[in-house]
């Protein structure tokens, strides 16, 4: 699975959008970006994943770079209740896999 | 609600007992996974398992068996705990199905203790 690195912190204003920034420049064509989050003392939780397009769904939207090389992960009306441990994670897709999380981001939504 | 439940949140064993952590999933999953997540040390697969009866060892399975009888549960089995087993131990599934996404659903988490 190809490297991930991202901001090991970041804080953001309660109803602001966060945006947490991710970059794989070594992804593969076959390899999706996909993002967790763990809330403290809770197991993580999946958030979204892609391939190329951007995609949006409930939780966030994920915006991928045309080259692939990097992502953002956004939070749109971010709340206290998305203070979390953001984890970028690049994959391929298909079967029964590990996850590898790294460090991830800490998100600190302030009020 | 799709779930993944865990026995306990919270367990306190004594070295060299038996410990059996238990997991459950609604959601008909093909694939279970047991995992520990240490500070530092990110989250380590130790067993995982794509069907009934079978199984595969992760990064980490010494001093770790695991056993699925039955598709909705995946039980981790510490033959003789050691204060080193102290972790917060993950237990995840996802679908099989070459439709799925592969998302894995994470249990809430047993935080061990052996003393």
């Known amino acids: 699975d190809a490297k991930t690195t991202q901001p090991t912190s970041m804080d953001c204003a309660e109803g602001r959008a966060a945006n947490l920034p991710c970059n794989h420049s070594t992804i593969s064509g076959n390899e999706y970006v996909y993002w967790y989050r763990q809330i403290h003392s809770q197991g993580p939780q999946y958030i979204i994943h892609g391939l190329k397009n951007n995609e949006t769904n409930e939780m966030a939207s994920l915006i991928i770079t045309e080259d692939r090389k990097s992502s953002t992960l956004i939070l749109p009306h971010a709340t206290l209740r998305d203070t979390a441990v953001y984890y970028c994670i690049v994959r391929v897709y298909q079967g029964a896999q590990k996850l590898v999380f790294g460090q991830g981001t800490r998100l600190t939504i302030n009020p | 609600d799709v779930k993944v439940t865990q026995s306990s949140r919270y367990l306190v064993k004594r070295t060299g007992e038996k410990v059996f952590l238990e997991c459950v999933q609604d959601m008909d999953h093909e694939n279970m996974f047991w995992y520990r997540q240490d500070p530092g040390l990110g989250l380590r697969l130790i067993y995982f398992?794509?069907?009934?009866?079978?199984?595969e060892k992760g990064d980490i399975p010494e001093g770790y068996s695991v056993s699925r009888e039955k598709k909705e549960r995946f039980s981790l089995i510490l033959e003789s705990a050691s204060t080193n087993q102290t972790s917060m131990y993950l237990c995840?599934?996802?679908?099989?199905?070459?439709?799925?996404?592969?998302?894995?659903?994470f249990g809430p988490g047993t935080r061990l203790t052996v003393l």
């Open positions: 398992s794509y069907d009934v009866k079978m199984k």
């Open positions: 995840a599934s996802s679908s099989g199905r070459l439709s799925s996404y592969n998302e894995q659903f």
